[in-house]
């Protein structure tokens, strides 16, 4: 509907202006006003922010991604550190990882391919199917989700991009930006705003909501640094709201962009394999 409020002042500014035309340079003038005033407060400038979360997810995850992974869990009464690596293949929308250390959690393996997700428990011996109700559940026991890891979610195709000015996080100039869910998006968060920085788009913190507007997670992004062939945030801490006591700490020990990834990789084969 604002499309069609927008569409409908357009029309109305420009064919007010056609008859003021004739009244000379001051009719020119407001011809020029009135068009500048529609087209910025028009959707086309929500074009920049779906520009700019692209740019982002394309420098941090590129079309392809391998990568060993940290991940420590801290609490006020106890420390957790587990290593994985994974494997992504951002534009065919599949993933896998495994847990390679500490020995009483490896082989603990997930994968993603389009919106089938399952996990390999190598103590059962078998395989689980991760529901779309379970993608808010803890990802071993962190404050990341399965969606955080799994990735089934799209910030670039599931959300409605707006611009919402610009802010100074951790003294970076960010633009900030408010993402929406589509209406057939299957998506587990009901908001989020994304930082990110101006200087070349990455991503400094997110803020993810809940569909009653709750604040739940925080996300910060920091210790940017050459990774391969470009520079991306190489830590992520992410803590729960109303549990600031403990937190997760994502960090990247290596990461490889755009290699390619045999597509064995993302096989039930691969998940189950012994």
């Known amino acids: 509907m604002k499309f069609l409020n927008d569409a409908g002042l357009t029309f109305l500014a420009v064919h007010k202006s056609r008859r003021l035309y004739k009244n000379g340079f001051f009719s020119r003038k407001i ?29 941090v995850r590129g079309n392809t991604q391998v990568a060993f992974v940290e991940i420590v869990i801290k609490t006020r009464r106890w420390t957790r550190s587990m290593e994985m690596k994974s494997w992504e293949n951002r534009l065919e929308k599949k993933s896998f990882s495994e847990i390679t250390a500490p020995e009483k959690d490896a082989g603990n393996r997930f994968l993603l391919i389009g919106q089938d997700m399952r996990q390999y428990l190598p103590k059962l011996k078998k395989d689980i199917k991760i529901s779309p109700s379970m993608m808010l559940q803890s990802w071993m026991g962190s404050d990341f989700t399965n969606d955080d890891l799994i990735k089934e979610s799209s910030i670039t195709k599931d959300y409605f991009h707006t611009p919402d000015g610009n802010e100074t996080v951790d003294g970076q100039k960010c633009y900030k930006i408010t993402l929406n869910p589509k209406p057939e998006a299957a998506v587990v968060w009901g908001k989020i705003v994304y930082y990110a920085r101006i200087s070349d ?24 640094r050459m990774m391969h062939d470009r520079v991306i945030p190489t830590t992520y801490r992410m803590v729960t709201v109303g549990k600031e006591d403990r937190y997760t700490m994502m960090n990247i020990r290596s990461a490889r962009f755009n290699d390619p990834v045999p597509s064995s990789v993302f096989t039930l084969q691969n998940l189950k394999r012994k």
């Not at 529609?38 to 740019?55: G, Q």
């Open 31 to 59: 011809i020029y006003i009135s068009f500048m005033f529609v087209f910025l407060s028009s959707p086309l400038r929500a074009f920049d922010a779906a520009e700019i979360i692209k740019k982002s997810e394309e420098a």
């Open 201 to 224: 788009y990455l991503p400094v913190k997110e803020e993810f909501y809940n569909e009653h507007g709750v604040l739940k997670k925080v996300m910060t992004c920091g210790n940017f």
